[in-house]
């Protein structure tokens, strides 16, 4: 079997990496953002977000819109532990690491 087609995939969120808090975290931060007193926590978040993100206010408008960026900033993703070594051990043996995600369409641009 040829090299190129041996290859490994990886699911990015909870096996690579992981996010404190996911999107209620990411939401919370846009909101920081644009409000830097926000003291609001991810509890106090999270019944509104049962049924998805309620954008009905101007001021959650706005920060709907640094939601995604805030989801992925690489600062506030943690690398799992032993994560780097699997990729290298695969790499190493010749295999093509590919991460998928079903819910990080902006994964190719986190560099």
Partial sequence: MPSSSRVVFWDFDGTLARREDLWSGALL???RRIDIG?????DQLRPYLRDGFPWHDTA????AFY?????YRRDA?????????ALELT???????????NHA???PTIG
Avoid at 91 to 101: D, T, V
């Fill in 91 to 101: 790499r190493a043996a010749g295999y093509r690491n590919i991460l998928l995600s």
């Fill in 38 to 42: 926000a003291a609001g926590t991810v």
């Fill in 29 to 31: 931060d846009a909101w």
């Fill in 77 to 85: 993703w943690v690398v799992i532990d032993g994560a780097e070594a």
């Fill in 105 to 107: 369409p902006e994964l």
């Fill in 60 to 63: 959650t408008e706005v920060a």
């Fill in 67 to 71: 939601v995604p960026t805030e989801f």
